[in-house]
Each structure stands twice: as structure tokens, then as C-alpha cells.
């Protein structure tokens, strides 16, 4: 049984420096990642945090990745930071599993490419759990961590240049 009622965010933006600095392509994919993160997203607000829906803000900075929350009306719910020290190396694993995956020229039965497709999920779900752990007062749940991690993989590198950047979607 759940302590607290579960919450959505109705809006997710992403900095206005990103953004503009961000290619049409980029954009694209920042927008689908999003737009799945609003439709399907699900999060356990913390005692006195509120039901949402939420607004939400992701700014890349000096060293983080900062996730402001705030109120249908804009008032601040919490401000979390994700470092990057600890998030770069996940991104960093998850982007040459992909690369390499892109390399293989075998059939999708291959077992080399099941093995990536393997290490890929297992990086996805340990930089899940790290959203997690970090958010704080508006815990994602698994899903919805992974589809966080999705994102910001997409903001930290050039995904649209990757053959097999599209994750599976997560279905529990």
C-alpha cells in the first residue's frame, strides 16, 4: 500500500540555453523524450510536497544537471541536482554500448548483439536508480527514472548521429 497518492508532471522543460543551442534534430528527440516522460511518467511525491500535477525544469550547469519542480502555478516545490561526476560515466557506458551495437552487421539473433542489448539495459537501470536517489521529494518510479536517463542522455550527447540510439521502451 502506498503512503502518498501518485503525482504527474504536466509540463517539462528543458533551459532556454540548451534548447536554442540545440540542433532541429536535437530538438525533435529532446521532444519525444519528454513528450513520453509527461504522457507516461508517474512519481510518489514526498508528505507535504502536494499531488501535482507538476511543472518541471531540466538545466544543464557547472557540473550537474539541475531538476527544478514547482506547482501547477509556478510556486517552488524542490530543486534537485544530479552530478555529473557520478552521471557522466552511465551516459558515457551507455553511449558506446549503443555505438557498438550499431557496428555489428548480424542478424538481430546474434549473440554478441543480445549481450550489448543486455549491458545496455543493466546501465539504463543502474542510471535509473541514480535519478532516483537523487530527485529526493518527487520520486520517479523505475519507468519513468529510465525515460529521465533517456533524456538526458540525448542532452548530453549527440544522439541523433546513432544508428540504435532509441531504447527499448520500458513496459512493466
Known amino acids: 500500500m502506498r503512503a502518498m497518492p501518485l503525482a504527474t508532471l504536466e509540463e517539462l522543460r528543458i533551459d532556454e540555453a540548451t534548447w536554442e543551442g540545440g540542433s532541429p534534430e536535437r530538438r525533435h528527440e529532446w521532444r519525444l523524450a519528454i513528450q513520453e516522460i509527461v504522457q507516461e511518467g508517474v512519481f510518489e511525491p514526498a508528505r507535504g510536497v502536494g499531488d501535482g500535477p507538476f511543472r518541471a525544469q531540466v538545466q544543464l550547469g557547472s557540473g550537474t544537471i539541475a531538476i527544478d519542480l514547482r506547482t501547477h502555478d509556478l510556486k517552488p516545490v524542490t530543486a534537485s541536482e544530479i552530478p555529473l561526476a557520478r552521471l ?11 555505438v557498438e551495437m550499431s557496428k555489428l552487421g548480424v542478424s538481430t539473433n546474434s549473440p ?11 546501465t539504463h537501470d543502474e542510471a535509473g536508480e541514480l535519478i532516483i536517489a537523487s530527485l529526493g521529494l518527487l520520486r520517479p518510479d523505475h519507468a519513468t527514472a529510465r525515460r529521465l536517463f533517456t533524456l538526458l542522455v540525448t542532452l548530453l550527447h549527440d544522439t541523433t548521429r546513432l544508428a540504435a540510439a532509441i531504447p527499448h521502451p520500458v513496459r512493466y
Do not use: G, Q
Not at 557522466?88 to 553511449?95: A, K, R, S
Not at 554478441?112 to 549491458?119: K, M, N, Q, S, T
Open 88 to 98: 557522466e560515466p552511465l551516459v558515457d557506458e551507455y553511449v558506446r554500448t549503443i
Open 112 to 122: 554478441r548483439l543480445e549481450a550489448l542489448d543486455i549491458a545496455k539495459r543493466l
